[in-house]
Antibody, heavy 121, light 108 residues
Framework: EVQLVESGGGLVQPGGSLRLSCAAS????????MTWVRQAPGKGLEWVAN????????YYVDSVKGRFTISRDNAKNSLYLQMNSLRAEDTAVYYC??????????????WGQGTLVTVSS | DIQMTQSPSSLSASVGDRVTITCRAS??????LNWYQQKPGKAPKLLIY???SLQSGVPSRFSGRGSGTDFTLTISSLQPEDFATYYC??????????FGQGTKVEIK
């Protein structure tokens, strides 16, 4: 059974940092792109970042470029999101998710339960 | 960046109704269009990928159509468990994804 379990969320002051982790199990982690998607309270879904299987390609939404870093440790079956210079507008539930890719499609097929990040003084 | 526009933003319907949600891309995304369902307090769930492929385990009352810039999600006969928010998502390029703003399906 595919499982994705996020941790590391919490309350942080504006300008602060936080590192989210995602523990993956039930599949060959090193074979999949992974992604972070967030959802501000009462709002819609927003893609945050993608990372290739070997970490050689990383992509970010413009609003987090230069502040957030996505990374992975395939030996530990873990995905990370380092978040620096946090702003109030980064307040959201952050989802770790698996990306399924084939010739005809790219989609998010498994999601974690999410971890809440609150940026407030 | 590719913008995704969903309509309507909300709708009220009764059990048994046929419901259609529309998603429009700001440029062609061929068939790189996915649909997700989200219930309150839960993670999204993949329903449809590649515009019209049904994800394993998803009931056949859900269907998707379209290509290029215009797409639809149809629920042929709305069931009580289908009341939720639905999102489209373009995955044309791994360098930049976008979601639609969501369509909330409520009970009439």
């Amino acid at each position: 059974e595919v499982q994705l379990v996020e941790s590391g969320g919490g309350l942080v002051q504006p300008g602060g940092s936080l590192r989210l982790s995602c523990a993956a199990s039930g599949f060959t982690f090193s074979s999949y792109w992974m992604t972070w998607v967030r959802q501000a309270p009462g709002k819609g879904l927003e893609w945050v970042a993608n990372i290739k299987q070997d970490g050689s390609e990383k992509y970010y939404v413009d609003s987090v470029k230069g502040r957030f870093t996505i990374s992975r440790d395939n030996a530990k079956n873990s995905l990370y999101l380092q978040m620096n210079s946090l702003r109030a507008e980064d307040t959201a539930v952050y989802y770790c998710a698996r990306v399924a890719r084939d010739i005809v499609a790219t989609r998010v097929d498994y999601w974690g339960q999410g971890t809440l990040v609150t940026v407030s003084s | 960046d590719i913008q995704m526009t969903q309509s309507p933003s909300s709708l009220s319907a009764s059990v048994g109704d046929r419901v259609t949600i529309t998603c429009r891309a700001s440029q062609s995304i061929t068939r790189y269009l996915n649909w997700y369902q989200q219930k309150p307090g839960k993670a999204p769930k993949l329903l449809i990928y590649a515009a019209s492929s049904l994800q394993s385990g998803v009931p056949s009352r859900f269907s998707g159509r379209g290509s290029g810039t215009d797409f639809t999600l149809t629920i042929s006969s709305l069931q009580p468990e289908d009341f939720a928010t639905y999102y489209c998502q373009q995955s044309y390029s791994s360098a930049s994804w976008t979601f639609g703003q969501g369509t909330k399906v409520e009970i009439k």
